[in-house]
């Protein structure tokens, strides 16, 4: 097995560094699906895992966190597995410039009964969330607007992020109820996925928050 579970039913591909962080590495992660396999984010590993997806079951849709994700990797799934991408609204051009946008979005909405499309802008506009009801857990994808650069929840405050709305974004975050967070991007040999509870993850997004409102960049 090369896909890696993380909680039963979510898997993680193996881990591509980041050409401007070398330090950073990305993901993709199958989320294996009575209604239709999804894929969340993406990274150029997920090719050496086709065999094994197509054994849980292809994919039905892909998904990105923002428009900073989007690649040649997106164009391989969608022509593979016939698995089009979603982007939201706010972030397709800047998407479609490194990858083929199928649909979009702009609001929040679910996807079947358990997975919910939350928009997040701040650190781009079309920043998106997804929280998935595994049925055992509650799987929460935040891309780069809550990441592990260190092991510790962080936030990625861009030159063209909004400052305020990214505040919004958080405090809405810390309103949802997940007990694992699952972000775009995490340090090399730092854990890339973790596991937390409703006091845990709101103490940690206060202090963030905190961060942000005090002007800091990062």
């Given at each position: 097995?090369?896909?890696e579970?993380?909680?039963p039913?979510l898997?993680?591909?193996?881990p591509?560094p980041?050409?401007?962080?070398r330090?950073?590495?990305?993901?993709a992660y199958?989320?294996?699906?009575?209604?239709?396999?999804?894929?969340v984010?993406?990274s150029?590993e997920?090719?050496?895992?086709?065999?094994?997806?197509?054994?849980?079951g292809?994919i039905?849709?892909?998904?990105l966190?923002?428009?900073?994700e989007a690649g040649?990797?997106s164009?391989?799934v969608?022509?593979?597995?016939g698995?089009?991408?979603?982007?939201?609204?706010?972030?397709?051009a800047?998407a479609?410039?490194?990858?083929k946008?199928a649909?979009?979005?702009?609001?929040r909405?679910?996807?079947?009964e358990?997975?919910?499309?939350i928009?997040i802008?701040?650190?781009?506009?079309g920043?998106?969330?997804?929280?998935?009801?595994?049925?055992?857990?509650r799987?929460?994808f935040?891309?780069d607007?809550?990441?592990?650069p260190d092991?510790?929840?962080?936030?990625?405050?861009?030159?063209g992020?909004?400052?305020?709305?990214?505040?919004?974004?958080?405090?809405?975050i810390?309103?949802?109820?997940f007990d694992?967070?699952?972000?775009?991007?995490?340090?090399?040999?730092?854990?890339?996925?973790?596991?937390t509870?409703?006091?845990?993850?709101e103490?940690?997004?206060?202090?963030?928050?905190?961060?942000?409102?005090?002007?800091?960049e990062?």
């Open positions: 097995m090369s896909l579970t993380v909680v039913g898997h993680a591909s193996r591509e980041l050409p401007f962080g330090s950073l590495e990305i993901r199958l989320l294996e699906r009575e209604q239709g396999n999804l894929l984010y993406r150029a997920i090719e050496r895992d086709a065999a094994e997806i197509e054994q849980l292809g039905w849709r892909q998904y966190g923002h428009r900073h040649a990797p164009d391989w969608s022509e593979r597995f698995a089009p991408l979603h982007v939201h609204a706010d972030d397709a800047g479609a410039e490194s990858a946008v649909e979009t979005f702009d609001e909405h679910l996807v079947g358990d997975f919910e499309v928009p802008p701040g650190h781009t506009e920043a998106t969330a997804y929280l998935w009801d595994t049925g055992e857990h799987a929460l935040t891309g607007t809550l990441f592990l092991g510790e929840w962080s936030v990625a405050l861009l030159g992020s909004d400052r305020e709305r990214y505040i919004e974004s958080l405090e809405l810390r309103g949802l109820d694992v967070l699952v972000p775009g991007i995490a340090g090399s040999d730092q854990p890339y996925y973790a596991m509870d409703k006091a845990d993850a103490a940690r997004i206060d202090a963030l928050l905190e961060q942000l409102r005090g002007g800091a990062d």
